[in-house]
């Protein structure tokens, strides 16, 4: 069964360092893919960033990379430069593109930018 | 091009009510997904649906049901509501092919006193 597993339950930064959060994933389909959200405080969900498994490079939107490491089955995210906007619920998910094909999600990190 | 939106956007219900919401997806995209949130099991799967057609549906009882509308406009309908039930219930829509992203609109708070 897909299973996403995010270690960091909370991060605080200082801005305009970078920052790594961390996932890990496991899955028995050869197709999937890798997606990254921010929940701000307000609630909404929002998408940041997708990796495809057969993607032989990084994937890289703005101050936002994924680290993606298959033969670990690791998909971290990279928040370059960070800023005090940055702060909110961050959560790694993968869908299955042969299996269960639904979006599940690991259980998010906090994270804190502080000035 | 506008978001995704929900109502309404907060709800408070009674045990044993049910209750309707409701999910306006991207134009264009014909695929719903539905999910609730609570800070105990995180964030869930509840069932997708594509062209009016449930695709895929998560670990949820039978008093969790949705359709699709011909515009792909979404419902979701929650009958003898438990105080469990208390939780975000989000709705993201996607084009239903290619990569899947999806696109989540702002929630809907239900509590169930």
């Known amino acids: 069964a897909q299973k996403i597993t995010q270690t960091q339950p909370g991060m605080f930064v200082q801005e305009k360092e970078a920052v790594t959060l961390d996932c890990t994933y496991d899955?028995?389909?050869?197709?999937?893919?890798l997606f990254w959200y921010k929940q701000p405080s307000s609630g909404e969900m929002i998408f940041l960033i997708y990796?495809?498994?057969?993607?032989?490079q990084n994937a890289t939107e703005g101050r936002y990379s994924l680290n993606f490491q298959k033969a670990r089955k690791s998909a971290n995210l990279v928040i370059s430069a960070s800023q005090l906007g940055d702060s909110a619920m961050y959560f790694c998910?993968?869908?299955?593109?042969?299996?269960?094909?639904?979006?599940?999600f690991g259980q998010g990190t906090r994270l804190t930018i502080n000035p | 091009k506008a978001g995704v939106t929900q109502t309404p956007r907060y709800l408070i219900k009674t045990r044993g009510q049910q209750v309707t919401l409701s999910c306006s997806p991207i134009?264009?995209?014909?695929?719903v997904s539905w999910y609730q949130q609570t800070p105990g099991q995180g964030l869930q799967f509840l069932f997708e649906?594509?062209?009016?057609?449930?695709?895929n549906k998560g670990n949820f009882p039978g008093r969790f049901s949705g359709r699709q509308f011909s515009n792909s406009r979404s419902e979701m309908n929650v009958s003898t509501l438990e105080l469990g039930d208390s939780a975000l219930y989000l709705c993201?829509?996607?084009?239903?092919?290619?990569?899947?992203?999806?696109?989540f609109g702002p929630g809907t708070r239900l509590t169930v006193t």
């Open positions: 899955t028995s389909d050869q197709s999937y893919g």
């Open positions: 998910a993968m869908r299955e593109f042969q299996g269960a094909q639904k979006l599940v």
């Open positions: 134009s264009g995209h014909r695929s």
């Open positions: 990796q495809g498994s057969y993607d032989e």
């Open positions: 649906y594509f062209s009016e057609t449930q695709r």
């Open positions: 993201a829509s996607s084009s239903g092919t290619g990569h899947y992203e999806q696109y």
